[in-house]
Nanobody
Framework: VQLQASGGGLVQAGGSLRLSCAAS????????IGWFRQAPGKEREGVSC????????YYMRSVKGRFTISRDNAKNTVYLQMNSLKPDDTAVYYC???????????????WGKGTQVTVSS
């Protein structure tokens, strides 16, 4: 599975971005998908996760109520809608996929290249 994250950019605080994670080489409908982020000088952290069916989602506490993860298996794409962005959300965002786990974790099998999100104050 090859993953391509896109949709990052520069936005002012309070603005919105929608990240996309497009897959090729395999269909995503049997994969759990996660979004992770890493800011300069900080460790990678798990932002959100969605089950293969889309029925179960997870959000880290600081993004709950602002970010929404969704998937369109017909388009082989997972999205992360990010609203009310804050400067602390500035990071490189990565998507990852795993077919052998029901939850997201830092050792997921497949990782895409990141997309930069920069939120100015």
């Amino acid at each position: 599975v090859q993953l391509q994250a896109s949709g990052g950019g520069l936005v002012q605080a309070g603005g919105s971005l929608r990240l996309s994670c497009a897959a090729s080489g395999s269909t995503l409908d049997s994969y759990v998908i996660g979004w992770f982020r890493q800011a300069p000088g900080k460790e990678r952290e798990g932002v959100s996760c969605i089950s293969s069916s889309g029925d179960d989602t997870y959000y880290m506490r600081s993004v709950k109520g602002r970010f929404t993860i969704s998937r369109d298996n017909a388009k082989n794409t997972v999205y992360l809608q990010m609203n009310s962005l804050k400067p602390d959300d500035t990071a490189v965002y990565y998507c990852a996929a795993d077919a052998s786990s029901a939850t997201c974790h830092y050792g997921m099998n497949y990782w895409g290249k990141g997309t930069q999100v920069t939120v100015s104050s």
